[in-house]
């Protein structure tokens, strides 16, 4: 099992940045997958990033692509989602989440922590 702790939320301006971290324990990190999610208020949860196990291959949802970037340091235990160019509607509690090899799911999650974008 492993166990997911972000940090790094806050309230920021249109435009600005925000990096996000996600710090791993439990099991060998670099046998997950791992993703960012986030749900907003009265939304469902979305995926946002996710990053293979040896951090040589990521995708994004459209919404964000050219804009927020995931990466990870497996020495380090961590993932990181650097966020760039923020607008009001990447408002939303963002999740880090890890898949176990061969999981077609996401099955361990953070608590999460709110991004606000301020308009």
């Known amino acids: 099992q492993v166990q997911l702790v972000e940090s790094g939320g806050g309230l920021v301006q249109a435009g600005g940045s925000l990096r996000l971290s996600c710090a791993a324990s439990?099991?060998?990190?670099?046998?997950?997958?791992m993703g960012w999610f986030r749900q907003a208020p009265g939304k469902e949860r979305e995926f946002v990033a996710g990053i293979n196990r040896s951090g040589g291959s990521t995708n994004y949802a459209d919404s964000v692509k050219g804009r927020f970037t995931i990466s990870r340091d497996n020495a380090k235990n961590t993932v990181y989602l650097q966020m760039n160019s923020l607008k009001p509607e990447d408002t939303a509690v963002y999740y880090c989440?890890?898949?176990?090899?061969?999981?077609?799911?996401?099955?361990?999650w953070g608590q999460g922590t709110q991004v606000t974008v301020s308009s």
């Open positions: 439990g099991r060998t990190f670099s046998s997950y997958a």
């Open positions: 989440a890890a898949r176990s090899p061969f999981a077609s799911l996401y099955s361990y």
